[in-house]
């Protein structure tokens, strides 16, 4: 007897750095411009040393000699890995400086999308938005770290199950953030927190690993002055997707792209280097077609092809989302910007 196909959730909304833009965050191109001069005295002239290196054109007078983060990031990641093998022995310059100005770069830029928050959740359009994906019972896979979306769509009730970390995906609005989230700490870091004040959203089965989320966006300060940085994917090319916690949650987008009949890219270009996600892209699409793997020999019964809406004003960011896509789905590409599309779709 042949089995009706089952779908996880019917529409899935692929949130994108472009979609935080209209919020009033900044992009991943101007980021290390926008940020540098929040940024304390002395993170600024570790990271002049390291971009100097890298880049012997640099001039913090200069905007268009900074690097774009990405790039600066993977360098940084570089020069940790190869400190050793660069050199006989260990001179002024250490390895720990690079991880230092790393972590300190990544503080800045959380401490300033905190402040953020508070005026971007206040958009009328996002609002309404917000509203649309509750009433549809949406999936939502954002690739962005700002806690915008996890309090619009839990009113603060935030669970493991809206952030799919349950056994199964039951039937409400679901948050998948593959690239990690500002509110979200590896729970040693949270030993002296209030239990109050965050939740449990994953532990692995032998308990040596375990991820928290603050209730409410705030960072982590301790009595001395130390800084902790949140659980995220920093941007970079060599992306370390090690933590299990992210394991199951690019799990949770396969099955939920897998079996959607209509996914929905706002503002997210699916950037070239990010080859994790054209992988789990490509995983999707291809299930639609031929079903979800099941077991070494069965899959489930395929749900077919999605109809897929691309909105963002870059006409290349379609193009590499259609590619990825195949030729059997169906795309439609939306030359706007996202307020501009929903006030559009409104009228």
């Known amino acids: 007897m042949h089995r009706k196909a089952k779908r996880i959730r ?7 750095a472009g979609f935080s833009a209209g919020l009033g965050y900044p992009l991943t191109t101007n980021l290390l411009i926008d940020v540098w001069d929040r940024l304390p005295d002395e993170a600024q002239e570790q990271l002049a040393k390291i971009i100097e290196f890298h880049h012997p054109n640099f001039s913090r007078r200069r905007p268009t000699s900074y690097p774009e983060i990405e790039q600066l990031l993977t360098e940084m990641a570089v020069n940790h890995q190869m400190f050793s093998s660069s050199r006989r022995t260990v ?25 953020i928050h508070g005026k971007a959740v206040q958009h009328d359009w996002l609002i309404k938005f917000v509203a649309e994906i509750k009433a ?11 806690l915008v979306l996890d309090q619009l769509l839990f009113d603060g009730h935030l669970s493991a199950e809206g952030y799919g970390r349950s056994p199964k995906l039951g039937k409400g609005t679901l948050l ?41 966006p705030r960072g982590i300060k301790s009595n001395t ?3 902790y940085n949140p659980l995220i994917i920093p941007p970079t090319f060599i992306k370390d997707f090690r933590p299990r916690v992210f394991q199951r949650l690019w799990r949770r987008c396969t099955d939920v792209l897998s079996t959607a009949r209509k996914i929905v890219f706002l503002g997210y270009s699916l950037p070239t280097a990010d080859s994790q996600a054209h992988f789990i892209f490509r995983c999707g699409f291809h299930n639609q077609l031929e079903g979800r793997i099941k077991s ?52």
């Not at 019917?10 to 994108?16: C, E, F, L, N, S």
């Not at 193009?319 to 307020?339: D, N, T």
């Open 10 to 16: 019917d529409t899935v909304y692929v949130i994108g």
């Open 91 to 115: 001179g002024r310059f250490t390895d720990a400086a690079i991880i230092a100005a790393r972590d300190q770069l990544l503080s800045g830029i959380s401490d300033w999308f905190h402040e």
């Open 136 to 146: 549809e019972n949406a999936a939502v896979i954002s690739f962005n770290w700002d």
């Open 176 to 216: 998948l953030k593959p690239h990690g989230s500002l509110n979200w700490y590896q729970h040693p870091l949270l030993r002296a927190v209030d239990k109050a004040r965050h939740i449990e959203i994953y532990r692995s089965k032998d308990r040596r690993e375990s991820v928290r989320a603050f209730l409410l």
């Open 225 to 227: 002055g130390k800084r």
């Open 296 to 347: 070494a020999h069965y899959r489930h019964t395929p749900t077919g092809p999605s109809k897929v809406v691309i909105v963002n004003p870059d006409q290349s960011a379609a193009k590499r989302i259609e590619a990825v896509a195949g030729p059997k789905v169906s795309c439609s590409w939306v030359p706007m910007r996202l307020q501009e599309w929903l006030e559009d779709e409104e009228s």
